[in-house]
């Protein structure tokens, strides 16, 4: 740990000026924003397997509002140096991260000079249902939505196949997801529209609202389906039809 530390150090007295130090003199210290990281990256680890330990990959270092504006013209160093840190730490413990690297910043009124926090998430990379048209027009007109990790998908009958492989339609790229992991299956029954998941015989299997599911179960609005390390949030909006209206009257 303590090489990792003495080489981002040497690292950034050589990529930036005088000012940075200036900047930093009494305030937080870019060593201590890495050790922080380093502990958060150790605290968070989980099992994914007797070989393999997965890690967080976005990370928010919160500031007090004094410190992130002496930071603001130095964050795109700091933050490629960060992550450099990061991933040779990552690669001695040989731990696995969620997905691709992020480390931001971001002020917090909360906080006094010189006190700043680190926050951290699991956030794996999403590639869309191939053809799917993911513009606002076709999200706001689709009976239902697949949200996961901040994107909206629409989903269209017969459903998705979500898994970490080339053959997925809806691939999200989390160490914790088998190839081809569950099935989200959309269709029509009894005048509405029915949502299932089901698993495709994965290795961690499908959560649905903290249940383990292996059979098509039923999918309601504001559903969490957990696949591997990853929340799936469904959600339906029924789209009244002229006919449906007449047969309720």
Request: hydrophobic fraction near 35%; glycine fraction near 8%; charge should be negative.
């Amino acid at each position: 740990m303590a090489g990792v530390i003495q080489r981002f150090e040497q690292r950034l007295e050589g990529a930036v000026t005088g000012a940075f130090a200036r900047a930093f003199r009494s305030a937080v210290q870019p060593v201590e924003i890495a050790a922080a990281l380093q502990r958060e990256v150790d605290n968070s680890a989980h099992i994914l397997s007797r070989e393999r330990m997965l890690v967080p990959n976005d990370f928010t270092v919160e500031l007090s509002q004094s410190d992130f504006d002496r930071l603001s013209q130095f964050s795109d160093t700091l933050s490629k140096e960060l992550s450099r840190l990061v991933e040779e730490h990552v690669r001695e413990q040989r731990y696995t991260l969620a997905g691709p690297l992020s480390i931001g910043f971001a002020q917090s009124p909360e906080l006094g000079t010189g006190r700043f926090r680190v926050r951290s998430r699991t956030n794996a990379s999403v590639t869309p249902v191939s053809g799917q048209r993911m513009t606002e027009t076709a999200i706001r007109s689709s009976e239902v939505i697949i949200e996961v990790n901040g994107m909206k998908h629409p989903l269209t009958p017969p459903g998705v196949v979500v898994g970490r492989g080339n053959n997925a339609e809806l691939r999200i790229d989390d160490p914790g997801i088998s190839r081809r992991h569950a099935q989200i299956s959309l269709s029509e029954a009894d005048g509405g529209t029915v949502v299932t998941v089901s698993d495709l015989g994965s290795t961690n299997g499908v959560i649905l609202n903290g249940q383990r599911v292996d059979n098509a179960s039923r999918v309601t609005d504001g559903s969490e389906i957990r696949l591997g390390n990853t929340v799936i949030v469904i959600r339906i909006t029924p789209h009244a039809t002229p006919d449906q209206h007449s047969e309720g009257s």
